[in-house]
């Protein structure tokens, strides 16, 4: 997820205590990123209306740790 700021995820996991919400975010998205790439496969049995469920919360994950990244950036000064 967003591999063009991996400098920045990796500072704000080195101050995790200040980031937690973020790591959470991180760690849900990956976590939907999983379960949904099993699903296309077919290793996990999901409706249409499931996966599509989980896309568009991966989706908005996705954009809420854009959003923390930005303004973890802009206040770091990276």
């Known amino acids: 997820m967003l591999h063009e700021y991996r400098d920045v995820i ?3 996991k080195e101050n ?5 919400h973020f790591l959470k975010i991180f760690d849900k998205h990956n976590e939907l990123d999983d379960q949904i790439t ?4 077919g290793d996990v049995l999901l409706t249409d209306l499931e996966l599509e ?5 991966k989706l908005m994950l996705k954009d809420e740790a854009y959003a923390a990244i930005l ?6 000064n990276l």
Do not use: G
């Not at 995790?16 to 937690?20: D, E, G």
């Open 53 to 57: 469920t989980l896309k568009k919360e």
């Open 16 to 20: 995790s205590a200040a980031n937690a």
């Open 10 to 12: 990796t500072h704000m």
């Open 38 to 41: 099993k699903a296309e496969k």
């Open 71 to 76: 303004k973890y950036k802009k206040e770091n």
